[in-house]
């Protein structure tokens, strides 16, 4: 009988690729997943530690988990950030937390293969594991992580602290990656890493998105190619020119955090108001361009005034979708060492007045997109309803980040669409974040993106 495994992965697109890493070494090895808990022989807690609440979520999550350590399950294995952060601090982590068999940083991953088998035998060569990394479940869409770690030091972050300086991988590794997750099933590439625009830096490659992108292009069954986590640093006019060419989607997650240049002086960004506002005006030029950006509300040293600045710029430049996180100080950063800490209810203020600014926005761009036709990649049946499909245009990216567009088959499809189907649908109303829509043609008859 195979061993059974038990999967629980935190946090952002980067764990979950790390998960899937994981994944794929342990069913390499006979492995199988259970969704039952109580019937794993053991349990992976795949963390994150990127902020304080991720933190408490990522122990809360372990505690729970420990108490099937009292039936089948024998083993349970916490990896990825929780333990990179503690890495100096591993014998209080351990002690802290003495139902964890094994910790594993974000760089020991391939180590789970005899963690979780509690093989003593040293495994002298391990598979890459990029190679034989698997998916939960059949998915539209897949992230590539094409580089780990970040070279930058904003003052807010803890991520260079957990993740270390920028690794990336090589391309022809990327594109052997993306080739078997085409064979998977897989529509939609996500790429993301730290910091995307500056991939390739570290081993040597001049314009390493450009050139990752032209070998990922050509790849037979994918058809979208999404850019997450670009900066404004590195932002070159090819790259900008690129965008929205061929599979690669005219969508770009670009977090600025900020506007106001003292607070983006003392968050360490080395970027001033006007290159970062030129950089935006330039990809606002991009045909059917739909941008995201993310900001930081509440950081030590915010005025009334800085609030002000940001929301009427957000207004000015009309943001298609927008995230705001509260600051929150992280131990080990410079920020997080401030005396000059925000209480929590003005942070939230801020928060839910910078936010109440962009649903308006968003409500306008939403009702703007009623009765345009547009193609949907079909992520699966929702959660919701399983009469109802749903999935996303090229505007939204994957995991309900920026919603979903739902699709009734009963009424719109002659023959239900499958996962990874690319259908043209008519969009007939439009919610705060979602979108609904009536499927117009035969899944292959659909081809463009706007
Ligand atoms: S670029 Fe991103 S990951 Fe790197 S330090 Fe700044 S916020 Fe953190």
Redesign the pocket.
């Known amino acids: 009988m195979n061993n059974k495994l038990y999967l629980i992965s935190l946090g952002c697109p980067k764990t979950r690729v790390d998960s899937e890493l994981m994944l794929g070494l342990l069913r390499n090895q006979g492995w199988t997943l259970t969704e039952e808990p109580e019937k794993a022989d053991a349990i992976l807690v795949s963390t994150c530690a990127f902020l304080q609440s991720s933190i408490e979520e990522s122990i809360d999550t372990i505690l729970e988990m420990a108490d099937y350590k009292q039936g089948r399950c024998k083993n349970l294995v916490v990896a990825g950030c929780l333990p990179s952060r503690y890495e100096k601090e591993m014998d209080e982590l351990k002690a802290a937390l003495p139902e964890v068999d094994t910790f594993l940083t974000t760089f020991q991953l391939p180590d789970i293969i005899h963690a979780i088998q509690l093989s003593k035998a040293p495994q002298a060569v391990y598979p890459d594991p990029f190679l034989l990394r698997d998916l939960v479940d059949r998915q539209s869409f897949a992230y590539l992580k094409i580089s780990e770690g ?1 070279d ?3 003052s807010f ?1 803890a ?2 602290l957990i993740r270390g300086k920028q690794v990336s991988r090589p391309i022809d590794s990327l594109v052997t990656e993306a080739r078997m997750l085409a064979d998977k099933g897989v529509r939609e590439l996500v790429l993301v890493a ?2 995307l625009t500056h991939y390739g830096h570290d081993i040597g490659l001049e314009d390493g998105l450009l050139r990752l992108l032209d070998q990922l292009e050509p790849i037979p069954g994918i058809e979208w190619i999404r850019l997450m986590y670009t ?1 404004p640093w590195n932002f070159t006019q090819p790259l900008i020119e690129r965008i929205g060419q061929g599979k690669i989607l005219p969508y770009v997650d670009i977090p600025l955090q900020h506007v106001s240049q003292h607070i983006l002086d003392d968050m360490r960004r080395s970027v001033r108001q006007e290159k970062q506002d030129a950089l935006l005006r330039r990809l606002r030029e991009i045909p059917g361009i739909v941008l995201r950006t993310s900001l930081i509300a509440g950081y030590p040293g915010e005025t009334e005034e800085d609030v002000d600045q940001l929301i009427q710029w957000i207004r000015e430049i009309q943001f298609d979708r927008l995230g705001v996180f509260e600051y929150s100080p992280e131990p080990g950063t410079p920020a997080g060492e401030r005396k000059d800490q925000l209480p929590d209810h003005v942070k939230a203020e801020r928060r839910d007045r910078i936010m109440a600014a962009q649903q308006e926005i968003q409500a306008a761009k939403m009702a703007e997109l009623i009765g345009r036709e547009l193609d949907v990649l079909v992520d699966g049946v929702s959660p919701e309803h399983e009469l109802v499909l749903q999935g996303r245009y090229y505007g939204q990216a994957p995991e309900g980040i920026d919603g979903q567009v739902y699709l009734s088959y009963e009424n719109t499809l002659k023959e239900p669409a499958q996962i990874g189907d690319i259908v043209r649908v008519r969009v007939s109303d439009a919610r705060e974040y979602d979108l609904l829509g009536d499927v117009l043609d035969d899944p292959d008859d659909a081809s463009d993106i706007s």
Do not use: F
């Open positions: 970040c930058r030091r904003c972050c991520i260079p730290q910091e900066y």
